[in-house]
């Protein structure tokens, strides 16, 4: 055969031979990213309840009309009157309940006057009917009148103290309720709840409004059972509200409840953080998420959590060599929502692939380009 005609049957061969090769060995488009070191923040994440710090709730002590109380909103001073409740009925009961007192009292003292007068009546009767200067009726007269007067004395000496005290309390009762139709602020704050309005009749007891220095906020979380372990007072936390998803409010730890109960079908206890200031933004009630960071390493090597592969014998990384897929038995450390320490296996600046990878295998080419950047 002409050496010309071996070339192109050569070269023809190669040509075909390339595509085979290549649906044998086909590329697969991966995503990577580079380990490196830095700070790693581990986090639990939970939800949890906007409260205040201080809160005052005012509660009708007195069953009455409002005629003034403060809207939600208000902002008020110290010692500003929240709320007034018409005390003309009030004190008009009270007035009615002291004049019984005093015609109580009254009322003994006359009998008391009554019998001396008697006694005194009596003596003199007596004095005639034995001088036979007095009828026997007459004296009979003034004995049962005596008598009488004595009788009555007796009786309002044990009725008058027992309706005295009964009315001291009744007047202690209104006194207080009488205190209690003006409420004022404990301190400087905001109405963030107003219940009731001027003109209405309330109930003894019933809510009407509650005030709070809005400055000062906490948020009531929950902790699974799982996480108890790592959650303590004074950890940091971070607040996210879907109000404002460009802010982040700090904030720390200030309690643990000691008691877990189900919601939810979750495991979980309470935990209260202090918000630090400003807590402009946030108001009480709302529901927020709330990220608790448990544990922070300041120069680790990591990768980002996708760059993880689980595989029987352990987790491992696709490491990327030229461009081909190695696989690299790895082993971690800590680990945040987006990053994982690598304590073994992986070393700084190597390039691994991202998940999910379904068709890359070990040894496999691959068509890289950068995925996301390692860290919180």
């Known amino acids: 055969m002409p050496k010309r005609i071996l070339v192109a049957v050569v070269l023809v061969a190669a040509a075909l031979a390339v595509p085979l090769w290549l649906a044998r060995d086909p590329v697969a488009a991966v995503r990577v990213a580079t380990a490196q070191r830095g700070p790693l923040v581990m986090k639990v994440a939970t939800n949890g309840t906007l409260e205040p710090v201080e809160d005052f709730e005012v509660r009708a002590r007195l069953d009455g009309r409002i005629v003034e109380i ?6 008020v001073a110290a010692g500003a009157v929240l709320l007034r409740i018409d005390e003309a009925p009030t004190a008009a009961a009270l007035q009615a309940a002291r004049s019984r007192q005093l015609e109580a009292e009254e009322s003994l003292r006359a009998a008391r006057d009554q019998l001396a007068r008697t006694e005194r009546t009596f003596a003199v009767d007596e004095r005639l009917r034995r001088e036979r200067a007095l009828a026997e009726d007459r004296f009979v007269e003034s004995r049962a009148a005596l008598d009488e007067a004595r009788a009555r004395v007796a009786f309002l000496e044990r009725e ?8 001291a309390l009744r007047i202690r009762d209104l006194e207080d309720s009488l205190a209690g139709t003006i409420v004022t602020a404990p301190f400087a704050g905001t109405v963030y709840v107003a219940a009731a309005e001027v003109g209405e009749v309330v109930r003894s007891g019933q809510a009407l409004l509650s005030l709070a220095d809005l400055g000062r906020l906490q948020v009531r979380t929950n902790v699974d059972q799982v996480d108890l372990g790592k959650v303590r007072p004074g950890n940091a936390i971070e607040v996210f509200s879907s109000a404002h998803a460009d802010r982040v409010w700090a904030g720390r730890i200030t309690s643990l409840v000691p008691r877990v109960e189900m919601r939810n079908n979750r495991a979980v206890a309470e935990a209260v953080a202090a918000i630090e200031a400003p807590a402009d933004g946030l108001l009480p009630g709302m529901n927020v998420d709330v990220e608790v960071v448990v544990e922070t390493a ?6 980002p959590s996708e760059a993880i592969f689980a595989a029987g014998e352990g987790p491992f990384v696709y490491r990327v060599e030229g461009d081909r897929a190695t696989a690299q038995p790895v082993t971690l450390g800590l680990s945040s929502f987006t990053a994982v320490e690598v304590a073994r296996g992986v070393e700084p600046g190597d390039v691994v692939i991202l998940g999910p990878a379904t068709d890359v295998r070990d040894g496999r080419r691959i068509a890289a380009r950068a995925g996301d950047d390692v860290g919180d």
């Open 160 to 167: 008058v103290p027992l309706r005295v005290e009964s009315l």
């Open 70 to 75: 403060r809207e939600a909103g208000d902002q």
């Open 298 to 303: 300041e120069n680790v090597l990591q990768v």
